[in-house]
């Protein structure tokens, strides 16, 4: 099992910037794939960002592209979604998971473990 606690998230005008945080514990973190999500009301879960267990390689949705930057630290077990340029539709749950397969996973399907997710909120 792997355990997934975000935070960070909160009230932020749009053009701000906001870093979410994942912490895991259980299983070692760098045998995972991780990735963001997020749900806004009424629609369903969407592909933010995901990264390579080493860290070297990231993904984007194009929704997101050149606003966000996935990291992630290995000794401190941490992932990370750093966001600036924040807009109206940012606002979200954004959930962090965690995958033990490789390369290109961008559905909810794709992953095995959760968090309980952080709200975003970008007033307009």
């Known amino acids: 099992q792997v355990q997934l606690v975000e935070s960070g998230g909160g009230l932020v005008q749009a053009g701000g910037s906001l870093r979410l945080s994942c912490a895991a514990s259980g299983r070692t973190f760098s045998n995972y794939q991780m990735g963001w999500f997020r749900q806004a009301p009424g629609k369903e879960r969407e592909y933010v960002a995901h990264?390579?267990?080493?860290?070297?390689?990231?993904y984007y949705a194009d929704s997101v592209k050149g606003r966000f930057t996935i990291s992630r630290d290995n000794d401190k077990n941490t992932v990370f979604l750093q966001m600036t340029s924040l807009k109206f539709e940012d606002t979200a749950v954004y959930y962090c998971?965690?995958?033990?397969?490789?390369?290109?996973?961008?559905?909810?399907?794709?992953?095995?473990?959760w968090g309980q997710g952080t709200q975003v909120t970008v007033s307009s």
């Open positions: 998971a965690a995958t033990p397969t490789l390369g290109i996973t961008t559905t909810p399907k794709d992953y095995n473990y």
């Open positions: 990264i390579s267990r080493s860290g070297l390689t990231t």
